[in-house]
């Protein structure tokens, strides 16, 4: 995780997440730890938040009749957390979330896998509209505990370029 302390007064400091546009080297990989093994609570949480009534995931007895056996986490809890497990590396500084692509789930996740990220820089280039910030697209890579990988996107940020973030211009950060 890329965090940074600036000094901010004698003997004091205040951390700092993400990277500026600048930052980011095509073909560079950062590793997203910590891990986070799913629980049941977990999936029967994000199943309830999100009104997804499908028995694959919170029904053990029709899971267990599933070519599976036993439940699937929900794949947008997993999205959603590879997200969260980059944000200190990636989008820390970002304006905003322009997009996820070609959003792939080649392997199942079930209750009580680990789940751990990476995410590789595969593009960026200036902002033809707005001349303090970048697009950076990164291509995120889950995998669990064993290396199986379980989840494939490409994401696109809008990144501000040094000195023009909001953490530059508010005084409490």
Request: charged fraction near 25%; proline fraction near 5%.
């Amino acid at each position: 995780m890329v965090v940074a302390a600036k000094e901010v007064g004698k003997q004091r400091y205040r951390e700092s997440q993400g990277r500026y546009f600048e930052d980011f080297v095509i073909g560079d990989v950062y590793e997203h730890r910590p891990g986070r093994t799913i629980t049941e609570t977990d999936n029967t949480w994000f199943t309830l938040l999100t009104m997804n009534q499908h028995p694959m995931h919170f029904d053990k007895e029709f899971a267990k009749h599933s070519e599976f056996g036993k439940c699937l986490v929900v794949s947008p809890l997993t999205l959603a957390l590879l997200v969260g497990m980059s944000v200190q590396d990636t989008s820390g500084k970002a304006i905003a979330n322009l997009g996820w692509n070609d959003i792939k789930m080649p392997a199942p996740m079930f209750v009580g896998d680990t789940l751990y990220g990476e995410s590789e820089v595969i593009a960026k280039r200036e902002s033809k509209s707005r001349p303090t910030q970048g697009i950076v697209t990164i291509r995120t890579v889950g995998k669990k505990q064993d290396g199986t990988v379980v989840m494939t996107f490409d994401r696109n940020m809008l990144i501000p370029f040094r000195g023009h973030a909001v953490e530059d211009k508010h005084p409490n950060y």
